[in-house]
């Protein structure tokens, strides 16, 4: 018998793959026509077959391959399954936590994954069997339990992009992000962000021209802005300066604007967040502000912002670069707080003020300037080692390593790595060597890990190396990600329905009796 969610509750005890799984599995052979396999599909009303051979898992055959075969004009009644299954699918052990079930099956987009121990079909866990749990909760309730951290959880569509963490790959739209990292301007993504394609030459020069024009301060923001640089981090003077933006121009709830007013609010908001740090950055240095120029494109145009000097070319496409690898990567803390605020059809400044909120945690946008301090207290390549030892050898975090959804090289710590190497410098040398020794010793101290540097490392090499403040490292990346967070607002409203999931209630069962004063 099946231990029900409320028992598990009781014993806070995970609960497993046993739990959820259906048995005895439906199965078929691999030389069982497409006709027998439908059949047999019809008779046990399910989506799916399990293909086994000798009581061992060989694939699965679902609804979705007998269309894709009866498309190909085959003939069913002679066509074998073993030319239309799945070969070799995951498989789950019966001990292992249902969340386990919850990632494979999202991440593969799967809908079934069969049951194997000692190498034998024992069942199969299904979408259906992960919601069936929930018929256990109290009533009204329907969800099932979700893994901690909404690991692997689809919560939304999108056309966004996507991040596949096991191949160490990331999209934008239907391009690879680190290929136009290399091969375009940030404008030019950013347009294709919006507009869901990449602009020709005309379409992109007149996009440039228009936010451009949009990176000037609201009168009144522009005025309040040297009494608040000062109140606390470069971050927390966005936060509020993006509150305030939004509130002098009048921004209204979603529910009461329409798309295009939003998507104009989205592009002058974006184009002006660099001119807000920037701003800030000088003001809490005891600098004049540095107006904005608008015959510079938008990573030259930030770094003259902050020093008020022509920046050199190959720092200005190094910094170029970096906007654009960090423009959005999937569902990340930052984008779904926009998306959960945008949800409740709050205007646009509260959405990108809570996104801004969620980058200032360190384990989201506050990693890079913590990376270079990392290599500040290492200071010498031969001290590296046995550094690095030390604080993996007392659980210490090396920051700059390891990723929530990577499990191979993050393909934006690659292309920053290449990045510095072109930008050449004595700290490039000893951020390569302190990466090799750091992968290293983790993969010995730290077996099946699979640790690697993440996009944090060598993005405060990069903006180090092309004089970015240390400061300024988080708020530089809040400056790409207002795009990746705007778009998201955008998409959000388009098919909007609040937000809104549940906790399962563990504490002393209720109700109980209030105790007089």
Known sequence: MKAGPETRAEEEDPMLVRDLMSAPAQTCGAEETLSGAAEAMRRAEIGSLIVVGDGKVAGILTERDLLRAAAA????????????????????????????????????????????????????????????????????????????????VVVATTTIGDVRGREGFYHYRQYSAVDLAASRTFEDVWYLLFNGELPDRDQARAFAAKTRSLRSLPDGLATVLPSIALAGTPLDVLRTGVSLFGAELGWQPISDGDVETVRSEALRLAAAVPTILATAYRIRNGLDPVAP???????????????????????????????????????????????????????????????????????????????????????????????????????????????????????????LRNVAQSLGGPLVGFAKTVEEIAVRVLAELKPGRELYTNVEFFAGVVMHSCGVPREMFTPTFAAARTVGWTVNVLEQMADNRLIRPTARYVGPPPPQPVPPT
């Not at 299904?126 to 339990?145: K, Q, Y």
Request: a negative charge.
């Open 73 to 152: 004009g085959v003939e069913p009644g002679a066509e074998p399954v073993r030319l239309w299954m799945t070969a070799n699918p995951d498989v789950l052990g019966p001990e292992e936590d249902a969340g386990a079930a919850w990632t494979s099956l999202s991440h593969h987009h799967y809908r079934h994954l069969p049951v194997v121990e000692h190498e034998q079909l024992i069942g199969v866990v299904s979408i259906r069997d992960l919601f069936g749990a929930a018929s256990l909760r109290p009533a009204g309730e329907h969800a099932a339990d979700a893994p901690k951290g909404l690991e692997g």
């Open 293 to 415: 120029r608008d015959d510079l494109p938008f990573a030259s145009n930030y770094l003259w912002m902050l020093s008020g000097e022509a920046p050199d070319p190959a720092h200005a496409r190094a910094i170029d670069q970096y906007l654009i690898i960090a423009t959005d990567h999937g569902f990340n803390a930052s984008t779904f707080t926009a998306r959960v605020i945008t949800s409740t059809q709050a205007d646009l400044a509260a959405a990108i003020c809570g996104a801004i909120g969620a980058l200032s945690g360190p384990l989201h946008g506050g990693a890079p300037s913590r990376a270079l301090d990392m290599l500040d207290a290492i200071k010498t390549p031969e001290n590296a080692e046995p550094w690095l030892r030390s604080a993996v050898e007392h659980n210490e975090r090396l920051m700059g390593f390891g990723h929530r959804v990577y499990k191979t090289e993050d393909p934006r710590s690659t292309f």
